[in-house]
């Protein structure tokens, strides 16, 4: 993937005997094609042909450089603002992004001076951006020599936009609001599930157990080397994520359907608990993820390529478990893309589906059927105010709430109606949570 704006050039020869560095071109692109383009993180790192490339170091290099210039986007801009006597031209984006990564690399991730200006120059001339190029180095000069101290100055949630960060503090007041935007700056562990033998996996990979059960170890290197990994001892799965499947219960036995299943993590615990699974999502090629997914641990669940709002099983089932598609803005500590791509117009829209999955999944239990509905945000609107209006249209479902046991002792991830409310700021000491949200359900007749 590269940039294709009529006025750049990718490709264009740099002057003189400079050369591009490779790994910063590679975060360039990435940039690009999050913000230009609103291509999410993944893809992008998925198709750019020039990253598997590089070596393992600077592939590294790469996604750090583009993950921490998206999640320290609003400080970076306001530098870079205050350097320029007059805004940038449109037509000059492609330098603005440019002067991003730079600042990213001068002022969070401490490289040299020299090794920054002077990279961000060449991709300015390469870029073909020539009458840029002592624009690029004296705003960069500038901000090395007067914003070191002023990075450290502004308000965590000055580096999101400015609807989500309103929307936090409305909903979590200001203090708890800046420290969720706090926690979500940091790099996040790697948290894994296993299929047993939780203690002897965390001494194998110099891993922790968390208090939810989980094992968490730094994100360092290629996690498909770490060991175990090959022979599916284990699968990747945020401690935060791992909490919906254990609010079911015993599942030994049991009939249970996950819906919107792919990638599969919460497929394979149920699995490993006892449960007969059908796994359920609209995309065939997800479901395709999810059956690989599953082959490597040793796991196979009847799937199911299909719309979870008109797909009804044979016959009723046991418990239900439902994922659903919503705003993901508590996974934005993995995914620093998520503010940048979308916009409040988006969690309506999600909401409307939110409902009539809600409906379908009731539909689906047996009497006595235990609905468990999760979503990996931080909206009231698509968890709290979800379970609320299903509760008050629907006679045959009744709340029962968690009990801090069942997840770990941890008593303040638990609302005061009784469901779970995890946020990037919980367990800071031991690195943060993702933020979800879960409801029990019990279907009491029909």
Not at 110 to 119: L, R
């Amino acid at each position: 993937m590269t940039d294709s704006e009529p006025d750049a050039a990718p490709h264009a020869a740099p002057h003189g005997p400079e050369k591009v560095s490779a790994a910063r071109s590679v975060a360039f692109d990435l940039l690009r094609a999050v913000l230009a383009k609103g291509t999410p993180l993944d893809e992008a790192l998925a198709a750019h042909d020039g990253l598997a490339k590089l070596p393992e170091r600077d592939r590294g290099f790469a996604r750090t450089l583009v993950a921490t210039t998206l999640r320290r986007l609003g400080h970076v801009d306001q530098l870079i603002d205050g350097c320029l006597s007059t805004p940038l031209p449109d037509k000059a984006a492609v330098v603005r992004d440019i002067l991003r990564i730079a600042a990213t690399e001068l002022l969070i991730l401490g490289v040299a001076p020299h090794a920054a200006v002077d990279s961000a120059v060449t991709l300015t001339r390469s870029r073909g951006h020539e009458k840029f190029a002592k624009l690029t180095n004296a705003v960069l000069r500038r901000l090395d020599r007067e914003a070191r101290d002023a990075i450290g100055t502004f308000a965590a949630l000055d580096a999101l936009p400015d609807w989500l960060a309103a929307r936090w503090r409305a909903t979590y007041g200001a203090a708890t609001a800046e420290a969720i935007a706090a926690a979500i700056q940091r790099e996040p562990s790697l948290d894994i599930s296993v299929m047993s033998d939780p203690d002897g996996w965390a001494a194998r990979l110099g891993a922790v157990v968390l208090p939810t059960g989980s094992l968490r170890l730094p994100l360092s290197g290629r996690i498909d080397q770490l060991p175990g990994f090959g022979e599916g001892a284990w699968w990747v799965q945020d401690a935060a994520a791992a909490l919906p499947v254990r609010l079911l219960g015993d599942l030994r036995g049991k009939r249970v359907i996950d819906l919107c299943a792919a990638p599969g993590g919460k497929t394979a615990q149920l699995m490993a608990a006892g449960a007969t699974v059908t796994a359920v999502d609209r995309s065939r090629p997800r479901i395709i993820r999810l059956e690989r997914n599953l082959a490597r641990l040793g796991l196979g669940a009847a799937t199911v390529a299909a719309d979870a709002t008109v797909w009804r099983p044979p016959s009723r089932v046991d418990a239900v478990l439902l994922d659903a598609p919503c705003s993901a803005t508590g996974t934005i500590r993995r995914h620093p893309d998520i503010p940048w791509l979308k916009g409040e117009g988006d969690i309506a829209k999600l909401v409307a589906l939110q409902d009539r999955l809600l409906a379908a999944a009731t539909d689906m239990l047996a009497p006595g059927g235990v609905l468990v509905f999760c979503t990996c945000s931080l909206e009231p609107e698509e968890g709290v105010e979800r379970v609320d209006a299903l509760l008050a249209s629907r006679a045959d479902l009744r709340r029962r709430p968690i009990d801090p046991a069942e997840i770990g002792g941890l008593d303040g991830l638990i609302t005061p109606q009784g469901d779970l409310r995890t946020r990037p700021d919980h367990l800071a000491e031991l690195g943060g949570l993702d933020g979800f949200y879960a409801a029990r359900l019990v279907k009491v007749h029909g």
